[in-house]
């Protein structure tokens, strides 16, 4: 004989077991003799323990709502400003504000220009570039490549 | 046609006080029975059933509508009274839980005559064991067998309101009932 299906008896008499289930625990019961008794008395069992749970005393079901009103409201007064909902106008407000900030903010950062970053400043050691500040001013000549090519050239056109 | 307690729930999420009032009309006398049931003192019962209620109001929100609202709101209600329950424990070692509503008398704390086959036999008396024994099962066994036979709710239900498996819920069932009908037989 198979395992007693003990778990499955009270799905069993609610009718919840899948058909092959069911077929299952019909066909155990009908060999078990324990478990076809195990069946009448949960049976039995299931109908009384409504009776013997009993009911709550009576509630006065206007008085309850009332005080579940009044719960509420006082659970609203605990809830925090930051927690509760903002008005659509103030938030759009708040929104604008802090959007003019960055906007401003942003400019003044690119007033400023690009700050020195530590290579180039360990670069412009190595080479002691910044310690003659003429020849760095002038560097920009040297990026006018027409004029370096034809260097010669102007120089005769100078002599002559 | 009345509105749906899913449709309801929705509305309570849109601010809808109109609808939280009339979903707490239809549920405020199982949720106080079902937290009687499981706290067995109506102080009790009320507070945790009104909280119940007032965390729905807070939560309707996140209803997402995959089950039910009754197992959904029943999952609410069981927690907060198994919460409710292990909280207030350590009290109840100290003191005796004198408005308990089914407190035992001094004279039923007395042993029954064992020759008396009246009493043996008496219904009554046999219900008012059985409603002990309810008492004294697991929290969670308890709280299954009440889903069960108070709401009449399905294994598949009761999974959900008790966030487990089917086949647990099926043991929790099988380990009461097997208890509570030890307190019968002896009877």
């Known amino acids: ?160 | 046609m009345e509105p749906a307690d899913e449709a309801l729930c929705e509305r309570v999420a849109r601010r809808d006080e109109a609808a939280f009032d009339l979903l707490v009309s239809r549920y405020q006398e199982r949720a106080y029975r079902l937290a009687w049931s499981i706290l067995r003192n109506a102080e009790d019962a009320r507070d945790v059933s009104q909280e119940a209620f007032i965390r729905l109001h807070e939560m309707a929100g996140s209803f997402r509508g995959r089950s039910k609202f009754s197992t959904w709101f029943y999952r609410i209600l069981v927690n907060l009274c198994l919460d409710h329950k292990r909280k207030h424990k350590w009290w109840k070692l100290w003191v005796r839980d004198d408005d308990d509503d089914r407190a035992e008398t001094i004279l039923d704390r007395q042993p029954a005559p064992v020759n008396d086959p009246v009493d043996k036999l008496s219904r009554d008396e046999t219900l008012k064991a059985l409603g002990s024994a309810v008492d004294r099962l697991a929290p969670r066994q308890r709280a299954a067998v009440l889903l069960r036979v108070q709401e009449d709710m399905a294994t598949y239900d009761i999974a959900r309101v008790l966030k487990c498996s089917e086949a647990t819920v099926r043991v929790h069932l099988h380990r009461a009932l097997a208890t509570l009908k030890k307190t019968v037989e002896k009877r």
Request: hydrophobic letters at 40%.
């Open chain 1, 1 to 160: 004989m198979a395992r007693h299906p003990d778990d499955d008896l009270v799905p069993y008499l609610r009718g919840e077991l899948s058909p092959a289930e069911r077929e299952r625990v019909a066909r155990h019961l009908e060999e078990c003799p324990d478990c076809r008794q195990d069946t009448e008395l949960l049976r039995d069992l299931l109908g009384n323990l409504a009776h013997a749970i009993g009911q709550p005393p009576a509630v006065s079901w206007a008085r309850y709502r009332a005080e579940l009103r009044d719960k509420l409201d006082a659970r609203r007064q605990r809830i925090g400003w930051w927690r509760r909902p903002m008005p659509l106008a103030l938030s759009a407000s708040l929104a604008g504000v802090l959007l003019l900030l960055a906007v401003w903010g942003g400019r003044e950062l690119s007033r400023s220009g690009d700050p020195i970053g530590p290579d180039e400043v360990v670069m412009g050691q190595e080479f002691g570039l910044l310690q003659d500040l003429r020849t760095v001013e002038r560097l920009d000549l040297l990026e006018d490549l027409e004029v370096l090519r034809n260097l010669d050239g102007l120089a005769s056109e100078h002599q002559g």
